[in-house]
C-alpha cells in the first residue's frame, strides 16, 4: 500500500489534528516544517540563509520600516532610539565611507507602536507621544525629519462658557488674556483657534503722490476666500500695479498692471485664495492725475481698494501658562484684530490629549486618527493639500472632514486600509468608512460596523484585496475580505489549524513577501520566525516555522530586482544584526547555494585567510568552498579564519537544520482504515528537484544519509539532484503511528516535491 504525499500545502498542522484523517488538509499537511518553505505550487524548499547586512545603530534594538520610493528604487529605514540609517541595493547607504544617519526622537519602547504611509519621497510617520512626523527622501544619502507643518486646524468645536480670550497683538509672540480663569499648565504646546471679524477695510488716493515726500501707496488686508476690489476714477494716465503679498518668499507679486489713456476706468475684483490674511496694495510711479484744461476739478483721477468685513480663524501656539487669565502665545497665523472674543477652539491634538496613533489616505485626503482621548475620531486633511485641516466659512466640499465611529466601546482605531472605501480597525472591530455612493465630504461623512474582531498594534499586510492581521489578543492571525453574499468585509482565522505555533506567544512583528512564493512571515516573542504561504484563491495558508543562532526581533519585505527580499533584525547574543534573506529562486550551480545564517559570501580569489568575520567570532561555522561543503571550523576571536586552500567562491556562517516530518501515515485497507494497525515502511520514494545533501528516518529514531554522487569527477562538487531517490529503512519496524523525517543539514539546497511510503500491514 503506498501513500502519496504530492503537496504539504497544508502546512504544519498542530498535534490536535492528528487523529482528523478525514480533513483535507490532512493529506497535504506536516507534522513539523522547520526551516523549509512551502512553495505556492505545494512542495516544500529549504528556506536560504540571512546574510549579514551591518551592525545596528550603536547596537540598539532596531525597527525596520519599508521605503518604496519606485520599482527600481526601494529603501529599508533602520530606526533605532534617536537614530535612522537607510540600506538598498542589500546593502547599507553609506556618506564618506561611514554609515549614513539621521537623528530622530523616538525612544526604544516607543518603536513598536509607530505607524507610518508614504506618499512620493514623503514617509508620514504617527505615534501617540508625538506630533506627526515626515520623513523626507531627498537622495540616497539626504534625507529630512521633521514636524509636519500642519495647517489650518483640526480643532475642536467651540467652547462657549461665557469666558472671553483678547489677544495682545495680531503677529508674533503674544499675550492671550482670559475675562475668567480658563488657562491650565496642560495646555502648553497645544494650538488655539481664535475667530475674530476683520473689519472692512477702504483706501482711495492717487497711488505715487509725495505726501511729506513719501509716495502713496494703497494696502488691505484681505481674508482668506475673500475679495478684494480696485477700481479707478476720473482722467488720469500712467500705469497702476495691483500687487499681492507672498508670505513665502517675503515679497510683493504683482497681479495685473492696467495703464490708462486719460479718459477710461477700470473695476478690478481678486481673490484670495490663500488661508491666511493677505496684504494687497496698489502702486504707481507715474499716475497723472492732472485735469484737462476746461474739465470740472472734480474729475480728477483717484483709485479706491476695499476690501469688506469676514470672519476669520487666526491660530496660535500656547507657550507657556503664567495663569489661569494669562498665557504666551507663538502667532502661527496672522490674528484679525485685537478684540475680545468668545469664539475660540483648542486642538484636538496636545502632550496631554495625545497624538494622531495611526495615518493612512483616502480619496487624496490624509487621514489621522485616534488620540489618546478621542481613540475613535479621525481627521481628513483637504483634498490635495495633505498639510490642511482647515475648514472655510461657509463649508466646503473639499474642507478638511472630523469623524468619529459609530460605535458604543472606545476602542481605538489601530490602522486604516483604502480599497473603494476605507476600513478602519480598531481593538473591537471593522468599520467602513466612505461618503455612500459619493466622494466623502465633511457633509455626507459615514461609518458602518463591518465584523467585530479586533487587532492589535501590528501593521497589517494587505494581500490583493484582502487584509491580514493580528487580532487583538495577539495570539491569532485572521484574514478579512469583501464578500458579496453579506454585502461586508468578513474573514477567517488563517492560524486555526497551526493553533500550536501561537498558544502561549504573541506576534510581535508581521510583513509580507509577495514574489515569488506569497508569504506572511510573522515575528514570535520567543524569536522564532513563522511563514505562512498564503494563497486565498487556492485556498492555501500554510503555516512554517524558521529558527536561527539567535533571536528574529523584526522582519520587512521590499522590492528587489527579481523578487522580494526579505530583511530581519536579529538578536545574536545580545547583539542587533541587520540581515537579508538569500534568493529562493532556486540557483543552479551549487557554487552559488546559500544556506547560511549571519552569513558573508567572498567571490575571487578568497586566500587562505579571511579577516572581517567580527560578528561571527567564537562562532564554529560552516563553509561551502566553490560548491563543497569543508569541515565547521571557529572563528578567531579577532574575527579571522584560517583556510587550507583558496577557494574562487566561499559562503560561510551559522548553520541550522531544515526539517520535514510527515502526520502519521494513514492509509485505507480493503476492510478498512489502518489507523488501529501496526504496519511497518521499509522502502520510500522522494521526489526533488535541485537538491544534494540530506539524511531521513522514522518517527525520531535513527537517520540514514541519502547518497548523490554518481559521474562526478573526483574533487568536483555534486550536482544538483532532479527527480526520484528510492531510499529503504532497514531500521524500521512494525508500529502504530509512523512518521516520515527528512532533514537537511549542510549548507546545500533541499526541494521535496512529493513522498511516497511504501506501507506494509502485519506486525
Known amino acids: 500500500m503506498y501513500q502519496l504525499k504530492p503537496s504539504f500545502a497544508g502546512g504544519e498542522l498542530a498535534p490536535a489534528l492528528y487523529g482528523r484523517i478525514d480533513l483535507a488538509k490532512y493529506d497535504v499537511g506536516a507534522a513539523e516544517i522547520e526551516n523549509m518553505i512551502v ?61 549614513y544617519s539621521i537623528a ?99 483706501q482711495e488716493g492717487v497711488p505715487g503722490q509725495l505726501v511729506d515726500s513719501v509716495p502713496v501707496v494703497l494696502q488691505v488686508d484681505c481674508p482668506p476666500g475673500a475679495s478684494v476690489f480696485v ?30 489713456n486719460h479718459s477710461q476706468n477700470y473695476q478690478l475684483t481678486f481673490t484670495n485664495e490663500t488661508d491666511e490674511i493677505t496684504p494687497y496694495r496698489v502702486t ?13 476739478g472734480n474729475q480728477t483721477g483717484k483709485v479706491v481698494l476695499q476690501t469688506f468685513s469676514s470672519d476669520y480663524e487666526g491660530i496660535v501656539k500656547i507657550t507657556a501658562v503664567n495663569s489661569g487669565t494669562s498665557a504666551r502665545a507663538t502667532v502661527i497665523r496672522k490674528l484679525a484684530s485685537t478684540s475680545a472674543t468668545e469664539d475660540y477652539a483648542l486642538s484636538p491634538w496636545s502632550a496631554a490629549k495625545g497624538y494622531p496613533a495611526c495615518c493612512g489616505f483616502f480619496e487624496d485626503r490624509l487621514v489621522l486618527a485616534a488620540t489618546k482621548t478621542a481613540p475613535q ?48 480597525q480598531t481593538a473591537g472591530g471593522t468599520y467602513k468608512v466612505s461618503g455612500g455612493d459619493k466622494p466623502i465630504t465633511p457633509g455626507n461623512q459615514q461609518s458602518k460596523p463591518q465584523e467585530y474582531r479586533g487587532i492589535n498594534h501590528l501593521t497589517p499586510c494587505l494581500i490583493g484585496g484582502r487584509i491580514v492581521f493580528v487580532q487583538q489578543q495577539g495570539n491569532i492571525v485572521r484574514d ?118 549571519a552569513g558573508y559570501r567572498i567571490t575571487g580569489n578568497t586566500g587562505k585567510t579571511i579577516t572581517g568575520l567580527n560578528w561571527l567570532a567564537g562562532k564554529t561555522v560552516q563553509i561551502l568552498g566553490d560548491g563543497n561543503v569543508l569541515p565547521e571550523q571557529e572563528v578567531a576571536g579577532d574575527g579571522t579564519l584560517a583556510l587550507n586552500h583558496v577557494f574562487g567562491t566561499l559562503v560561510i556562517g551559522m548553520g541550522y537544520v531544515s526539517r520535514l516530518k510527515t502526520l502519521p501515515v494513514e492509509v485505507n485497507a480493503a476492510d478498512g482504515t489502518m489507523a488501529s494497525r501496526k504496519k511497518r515502511i521499509a522502502r520510500m ?76 500491514p502485519g506486525g
Request: aromatic residues 12%; negative net charge; proline residues 4%.
Open 39 to 99: 512553495l505556492r505550487y505545494g512542495g516544500v524548499s529549504r528556506r536560504p540563509g540571512f546574510r549579514y547586512v551591518a551592525q545596528t545603530y550603536n547596537n540598539g534594538k532596531a525597527r525596520l520600516i519599508p521605503f518604496r520610493y519606485s520599482s527600481d528604487q526601494n529603501y529599508i529605514v533602520e530606526v533605532t532610539a534617536g537614530r535612522f540609517r537607510f540600506y538598498t541595493d542589500q546593502g547599507i547607504v553609506v556618506q564618506n565611507g561611514n554609515p
Open 104 to 202: 530622530n526622537d523616538f525612544t526604544e519602547t516607543q518603536l513598536a507602536d509607530i505607524k507610518y504611509t508614504q506618499s512620493a519621497d514623503t514617509l508620514f510617520l504617527t505615534h501617540p507621544e508625538h506630533y506627526p512626523m515626515t520623513l523626507v527622501r531627498k537622495g540616497a544619502a539626504n534625507w529630512e525629519y521633521q514636524r509636519m507643518d500642519i495647517k489650518g486646524g483640526p480643532f475642536e468645536d467651540a467652547i462657549r462658557n461665557g469666558i472671553s480670550i483678547t489677544p495682545s497683538a495680531k503677529t508674533g509672540t503674544i499675550t492671550l488674556t482670559a475675562s475668567a480663569s480658563y488657562f491650565t499648565q496642560d495646555m502648553v504646546g497645544s494650538f488655539l483657534s481664535v475667530q475674530l471679524t476683520v473689519a472692512s477695510q477702504k
Open 231 to 260: 477700481e479707478t476714477f476720473g482722467f488720469w494716465t500712467g500705469t497702476i500695479h495691483i500687487e499681492k503679498y507672498d508670505k513665502e518668499s517675503g515679497s510683493w507679486v504683482e497681479l495685473r498692471s492696467q495703464s490708462n
Open 284 to 296: 504707481s510711479s507715474d499716475f497723472d492725475p492732472s485735469v484737462w484744461s476746461g474739465e470740472n
Open 377 to 424: 475620531t479621525f481627521w481628513m486633511s483637504r483634498t490635495g493639500d495633505y498639510y490642511n485641516f482647515g475648514v472655510s466659512i461657509p463649508q466646503m466640499d473639499t474642507d478638511a472632514i472630523t469623524g468619529t465611529l459609530n460605535n458604543g466601546q472606545m476602542n481605538g482605531i489601530k490602522y486604516m486600509a483604502t480599497f473603494g472605501e476605507i476600513l478602519m
Open 480 to 597: 478579512l475580505g469583501y464578500t458579496y453574499d453579506s454585502d461586508k468585509y468578513q474573514g477567517d482565522d488563517v492560524s486555526l489549524l497551526a493553533a500550536h505555533l501561537f498558544e502561549n506567544h504573541t506576534i510581535e512583528g508581521i510583513t509580507y513577501q509577495e514574489v515569488p512564493n506569497s508569504i506572511v512571515w510573522c515575528v514570535r516573542d520567543d524569536g522564532i520566525l513563522l511563514g505562512m504561504t498564503y494563497i486565498k484563491e487556492q485556498d492555501v495558508y500554510a503555516w512554517h516555522k524558521h529558527t536561527t543562532d539567535g533571536l528574529f526581533v523584526d522582519v520587512c519585505s521590499i522590492s528587489g530586482d527579481h523578487e522580494d527580499e526579505l530583511w530581519a533584525v536579529v538578536n545574536r547574543d545580545g547583539n542587533y544584526y541587520v540581515e537579508v534573506m538569500g534568493t529562493q529562486v532556486q540557483e543552479e550551480e551549487p557554487k552559488k547555494q546559500f544556506y547560511v545564517d
Open 685 to 760: 520514494m522522494l521526489m526533488f528537484k535541485d537538491s544534494r545533501g540530506g539524511w531521513y528516518g522514522l518517527n525520531s529514531g535513527k537517520m540514514d544519509e541519502i547518497k548523490w554522487r554518481s559521474n562526478e569527477d573526483y574533487n568536483a562538487p555534486i550536482k544538483l539532484f532532479t527527480g526520484k531517490k528510492y531510499v529503504t529503512l532497514p531500521q524500521s519496524g512494525y508500529e502504530d503511528i509512523l512518521q516520515v523525517t527528512v532533514e537537511q543539514l549542510d549548507p546545500l539546497p533541499m526541494n521535496i516535491i512529493a513522498v511516497v511510503p511504501e506501507v506494509a
